[in-house]
């Protein structure tokens, strides 16, 4: 019952859960569901008086992993013709590799050079509006005429997972270690940033919920503070004062 729900219990479900192997991220996810049902009991339906406060574990800072254009490169001469394709895809749209793998040919539209992910692919429950560049396009062209549906096929069946033993036997020959097919879409999102897209605007092209997600990548480019740089200098009504202090 709502209402037997104690500090007690809370420090059970989140020791039942860590003892399950999943990251403290993913036990706070849990706890963030509950702590929500909570709070609605009490203050939209008035079913209990009060709520137990709901502790979170730490988390680490968020990993950012990324390629330089010579590691993808390498990268990509290593990997089998249809995950270079999805590859190549992912690094110039940004998309996740389940909206990759799952990207039909009616949700592209080449003449207006865009693509869109339904609401129900979306991870955000929100639809997706993808602008398609040059390198994106090229390989859509190639991909034609491969299979009737879908964009990505292997052998006449649609690829269902891309980072799998192909993927990590490629990065083991290509000498790169730690990196996921996740980090496709980090790469894309720190190529856009040390290029000189604002922040505001990934956002937008990369379909975050959220500014702070995309605040990881601010580091990798100080061009937009640049102008505002030199603001910091004493300005000339501040610099005769000093002067005429010195002369008294």
Avoid at 99 to 125: F, Y
Wanted: hydrophobic share 40%; net charge positive.
């Amino acid at each position: 019952m709502l209402d037997d729900i104690n500090k007690t219990i809370l420090e059970q479900i989140k020791t039942g859960k860590k003892a399950t192997g999943v990251s403290n991220a993913t036990v706070n996810r849990v706890m963030s569901i509950i702590r929500a049902i909570l709070n609605r009991a009490k203050n939209e339906w008035e079913w209990i008086d009060n709520v137990p406060n709901v502790r979170m574990l730490p988390e680490p800072n968020s990993r950012v992993r990324w390629l330089t254009a010579e590691e993808a490169q390498k990268l990509l001469a290593e990997l089998p013709s249809h995950l270079e394709a999805m590859a190549r895809f992912a690094l110039a749209t940004g998309l996740r590799e389940a909206n990759v793998t799952g990207l039909m040919w009616s949700q592209i539209d080449r003449g207006r050079e865009c693509a869109w992910i339904h609401p129900e692919q979306a991870k955000a429950g929100k639809a997706i509006a993808v602008s398609l560049n040059r390198e994106a396009l090229e390989v859509l062209d190639k991909q034609r005429g491969q299979h009737s549906q879908y964009v990505f096929s292997y052998k006449g069946e649609p690829v269902k997972k891309a980072g799998g033993k192909a993927w990590r036997n490629a990065l083991s020959r290509a000498g790169i270690a730690d990196f996921t097919w996740h980090d496709l879409r980090h790469t894309w999102a720190s190529w856009h940033v040390m290029n000189g897209t604002p922040l505001n605007v990934l956002k937008e092209l990369g379909a975050w919920a959220d500014y702070d997600t995309v605040l990881k990548y601010a580091h990798l480019s100080s061009d937009r503070l640049k102008r505002h740089a030199g603001n910091s200098k004493i300005a000339p009504n501040v610099t005769n004062l000093l002067q005429y202090k010195n002369l008294a």
